[in-house]
């Protein structure tokens, strides 16, 4: 079991916006700005989407946006293509645990 | 543009070792730190060592502390991990993973495509 949750699922229409939660804890999400969110298609590498919980690479579309409230992160993603359907994972330190942990995943249908 | 390139990857028996390998161009590969990231059949994914940039830092996963060991040269632009005392639990996508500065920890922006490695008799 993953110490962050993500929903296993969620899905939407081309030019909807979605948003994928991470919930973590008071020791993780909670205190740390270091979440990143990676893309991932099967068969490729996983692209970095966001870093430091709303920081985006020069190389990322600005519809992909991340935020965080409380011990809940968040990647919205808005105007879907049909390639954005992909696994989302999110990643974060945990106290204690330098290396860091990621969510379980979610699989976004458009 | 940064490449990454996994090899090493092999169908292994239970017990037994093996040496992932991963070849850098594009970046200056001492200034970065390194991990190595894998995915179980079906699963998610789940960080497994990561190195810095000199080398004399290292962090390792509970799952495979003790049994797997990173390492890199910088002469040849090359990580790799060592993997000992192999367990089924242990098959999956090894993916090698550059981070956005020096340092040891979840700071990954490039990754590769990985390299399989199964674990079964």
């Known amino acids: 079991q993953s110490a962050l949750t993500q929903p296993a699922s969620v899905s939407g229409s081309p030019g909807q916006s979605i948003t994928i939660s991470c919930t973590g804890t008071?020791?993780?999400?909670?205190?740390?700005?270091?979440v990143s969110w990676f893309q991932h298609h099967p068969g490729k590498a996983p692209k970095l989407l966001i870093y430091d919980v709303s920081q985006r690479p020069p190389d990322v579309s600005d519809r992909f946006s991340g935020s965080k409230s409380g011990n809940t992160a968040s990647l919205t993603i808005s105007g879907l293509q049909a390639d954005d359907e992909a696994d989302y994972y999110c990643?974060?330190?945990?106290?204690?645990?330098?290396?860091?942990?990621f969510g379980g995943g979610t699989k976004l249908t458009v | 543009e940064v490449e990454l390139v996994e090899s090493g990857g092999d169908l292994v028996p239970p017990g037994g070792s093996l040496r992932l390998s991963c070849a850098a161009s594009g970046f200056d590969f001492r200034n970065y730190g390194m991990n190595w990231v894998r995915q179980a059949p079906g699963k998610g994914l789940e960080w497994v060592s990561s190195?810095?940039?000199?080398?004399?830092?290292?962090l390792y996963g509970d799952s495979v502390k003790g049994r797997f060991t990173i390492s890199r040269d910088n002469s040849k632009n090359t990580l790799y991990l060592q993997m000992n005392s192999l367990r089924a639990e242990d098959t999956g996508m090894y993916y090698c993973?550059?981070?956005?500065?020096?340092?040891?920890?979840?700071?990954?922006?490039?990754w590769g495509r990985g390299t399989l490695v199964t674990v079964s008799s």
């Open positions: 990643t974060s330190i945990i106290r204690g645990t330098p290396l860091g942990v």
């Open positions: 008071s020791s993780d999400i909670g205190t740390f700005n270091f």
């Open positions: 993973a550059k981070n956005r500065n020096v340092l040891t920890g979840p700071r990954a922006d490039y």
């Open positions: 190195i810095g940039g000199s080398g004399s830092t290292s």
